[in-house]
Structure formats: structure tokens, C-alpha cells
């Protein structure tokens, strides 16, 4: 949404550019088509925006709306709408332009977007996305517009080619799945989505899942690293049923997002949970032991016992965003009581003398593979 500076919240007005409408590229699929058969201006609701200009290309209007405070305190304008023609809900998927929306009483709606957010947005890609809740308008018993989204919290996501990538908003648990082998375990990835964890807010579930495969004496090391640090630490098997019971009474009642490389076991982890779901689940190939990313896109999947289940596509690696090298060390919750320690103000723990957190690995206060992860994190890898 349109960001801004303001300090407070209240009524606000922005100005925003819009593109006329013979540019938009917005003419996609049949349900577009139907919007505009009943509302042929779908992408510019009457009522809050007043056109104040005309230019060739592009035409400025002063969008009404009340300043609310969004992600890290930033504020946004969330616009106005007509509370009567409008209900709530919640998105479960974002296919192309079209969002599947469910409203409280368990109606899926396909809904378009009203071009005004999409002016608004800083982003073009992430006007909407899996997890948000909106404020829509019913067209008809199963579509309709999306008016308005709401300020976003607990957001997960990632840089694609230096951009801001939203995977999912609104979720409370971020499940890190690995899979113990088949593919083989990537210690270093689960520290990257630590890190993502760590600077979104969001409270981690580590999950080691295909327990099955291995001696799990085998895990105790790794797994009691984490466990020191304080998070919590699950051995799964979505094959045998092993350790889902935990898991099943940890994401009940909460939203919670299952990440993880392609073939570790997302969907089929969520299918242990509830095996009602069916989600498709694919071989890993015996050949690159890499999945072939069966699922596609961020799904929320209402659970039967309360709460969300988010199932994502598999990520090769996870670029993280908006963390500063300066910010990583305090993302290592290990670090923190550490880096006061250190000679320089602005030691970056890698290759300065007089150390806090050097001399904490050497004392073996600080697991040394972990320093490791930082210092790959640290240098961009
Ligand atoms: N041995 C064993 N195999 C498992 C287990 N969990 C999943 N698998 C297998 O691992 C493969 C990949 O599982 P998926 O659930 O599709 O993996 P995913 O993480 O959802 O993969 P993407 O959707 O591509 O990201 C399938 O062949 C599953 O049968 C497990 O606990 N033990
Ligand atoms: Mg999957
Ligand atoms: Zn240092």
C-alpha cells in the first residue's frame, strides 16, 4: 500500500498516479471478463476518489483513507470503503490475478483487484498475497473485488533478482522443514530460515522430517544445538506417523507456514496433520535427489482444528530481505550476549581482532558450525 512518514493515525490523504485504463494489462481470464459485465469499472470504485488532473499518460487522484501502522511501524493508507457493500475475509491463494478469498463463514470467493491498490502498492507483484485479510466486494455469489487490504503482520519473505517477494502474511509459526536424507540435510539453510524467522518475528519450528531414513542418535548433536538456543525441535516422519501428534497440537489454533526445500516432506507433513487434505506429493528424483516442486504457489488450507496450515512451494535458497550485514549478529541469538565484547563498535565478527564473538567460539560458548553459517550469511552467499 502507499507508504508513508506520518507519524499517527487518523484520516490521510495521499496523491497517487494512475495509469489510464487502455494501459492496463488487466484483461485476463474469464472472470475478469464477468467483472466487467456487471461493473465495467471494476479497477476504479466511485465514491472515495476524485479525479483532480488530466494528463495523456496519466492522471492524479487524492485517494481518502485512514493512516494505520503497518509492518515495523511504518504507516500505510488503507482506503476507505463502503462498509455496506463490503465483507471480511481472508486469502488462501493468489493465482495469476485472481485470489481465492474465504469469508468467516467458510465461502470461497474468487475475487479481482480493484486497480486503485494496485496504485497504490510499491510493489506491483505483492498488492495481494496469500495470508492477507481484505475487504471485498460480492459481485455475485462466487466472485468478486477486493477493496481493501489490511496492514500485514507476520510476514514472510524473501529476495527474488533484488526484489521483495512476499511468500505469505499474517502467520503466527514458521515450520522449517529439512529432511534428514533424500535430499540430505542443509544445516546451513535452516539457519537462513532462522535468520528469516528471527527478523520477521516469527516464532520457528524446526522439523526434521524423514526420521525414518536414519538412526536418529545420528541427529542428537544438531538437533540439541538448536534445542540450547531455545527453539523448538520436532523428529517427524510423515511416513510413519512418527512425532505428528506434537506437531498436530502445535499448529492447532495457529496460522502457520511449512517452508523448506523442494522434496523434504511439506505436503506430505500437512497430509500426516490431516490426512482429509490429499495435497499432491511427488518422488524425489533418485538421480539430482532435488524435488520438482510438486506444489506452486503459497496455499492456506483452514485446519479442521482451528487455524491455518500454509503449504509454499520449495525454495532452492532463501535470499533474505531487509536484514542489514549489521542487523545479522543479532539475528544468531547466540551472538547477542557476545558482541559488546567486542574491540570495534562496528565489528562485523569476521575477520576483527579482539572479538566478542570469536572469542566465544573459541571458549566453545558458540557452536563453531553456527559461526560458520553466519559468517556464509554474512558474506552474501
Ligand atoms: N521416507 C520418507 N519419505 C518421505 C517422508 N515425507 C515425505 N516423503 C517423501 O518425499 C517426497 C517429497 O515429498 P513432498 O511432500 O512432495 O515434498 P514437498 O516438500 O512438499 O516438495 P515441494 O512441493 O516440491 O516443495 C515424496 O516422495 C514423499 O513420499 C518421510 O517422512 N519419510
Ligand atoms: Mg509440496
Ligand atoms: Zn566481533
Not at 72 to 97: H, Q
Not at 164 to 184: C, E, F, K, L, W
Not at 361 to 371: I, N, P, Q, S, T
Request: net charge positive.
Amino acid at each position: 500500500m502507499g507508504k508513508g512518514k506520518r507519524k499517527g493515525k487518523g484520516k490521510g490523504k495521499l496523491r497517487a498516479t494512475f495509469r489510464k485504463k487502455h494501459e492496463s494489462k488487466q484483461r485476463v481470464r474469464d472472470v475478469t471478463r464477468s467483472f466487467r459485465e456487471h461493473d465495467p469499472d471494476i479497477d476504479e470504485a466511485p465514491g472515495s476518489e476524485r479525479v483532480s488532473g488530466k494528463g495523456s499518460l496519466s492522471r492524479k487522484k487524492t485517494v481518502v483513507g485512514t493512516w494505520v501502522e503497518g509492518e515495523e511501524g511504518s504507516f500505510e493508507v488503507v482506503p476507505e470503503v463502503d462498509s455496506t457493500r463490503c465483507i471480511p475475509g481472508r486469502v488462501l491463494a493468489v493465482r495469476g490475478l485472481i485470489s481465492e478469498v474465504v469469508t468467516d463463514d467458510n465461502t470461497v470467493y474468487e475475487c479481482a483487484t480493484r486497480r486503485l491498490l494496485k496504485t497504490l502498492a510499491t510493489d506491483d507483484r505483492h498488492v495481494v498475497v496469500a495470508g492477507d485479510r481484505v475487504m471485498f466486494r460480492p459481485v455475485n455469489e462466487r466472485e468478486g473485488v477486493i477493496e481493501r487490504v489490511e496492514p500485514r503482520r507476520g510476514v514472510l519473505g524473501r529476495m527474488v533478482r533484488g526484489r521483495r517477494h512476499v511468500i505469505v502474511a499474517n502467520v503466527d509459526r514458521i515450520a522449517i522443514v529439512a529432511s534428514v536424507a533424500q535430499p540430505a540435510l542443509k544445516p546451513n539453510l535452516i539457519d537462513r530460515l532462522l535468520v528469516a524467522a528471527e527478523a520477521s518475528n516469527i516464532e520457528p519450528l524446526i522439523c526434521f522430517n524423514k526420521i525414518d531414513l536414519i538412526e536418529p542418535a545420528e541427529l542428537q548433536t544438531l538437533a540439541g544445538v538448536y534445542g540450547q538456543l531455545g527453539y523448538r525441535v520436532f523428529f517427524l516422519s510423515a511416513t510413519t506417523g512418527f512425532g505428528i501428534q506434537r506437531l498436530v497440537a502445535e499448529v492447532a489454533h495457529r496460522q502457520t507456514v511449512f517452508v523448506g526445500q523442494s522434496g523434504v516432506g511439506k505436503s506430505s507433513l500437512l497430509n500426516a496433520i490431516d490426512p482429509s487434505l490429499r495435497l499432491r506429493v511427488a518422488h524425489v528424483s533418485r538421480s539430482t535427489e532435488k524435488g520438482r516442486h510438486t506444489t506452486t504457489t503459497a496455499t492456506l488450507i483452514p485446519f479442521a482444528r482451528g487455524g491455518y496450515l500454509v503449504d509454499t512451494p520449495g525454495i532452492r535458497q532463501m535470499q533474505l530481505w531487509d536484514v542489514i550485514p549489521e542487523e545479522l549478529a543479532t539475528l544468531f541469538r547466540e551472538f547477542r550476549p557476545y558482541v559488546n565484547h567486542c574491540r570495534f563498535p562496528d565489528c562485523t565478527h569476521t575477520h576483527e581482532l579482539d572479538c566478542g564473538v570469536k572469542a566465544a567460539v573459541a571458549a566453545g560458548k558458540v557452536d563453531l558450525r553456527r559461526y560458520d553459517s553466519y559468517c556464509h550469511l554474512f558474506s552474501g552467499d
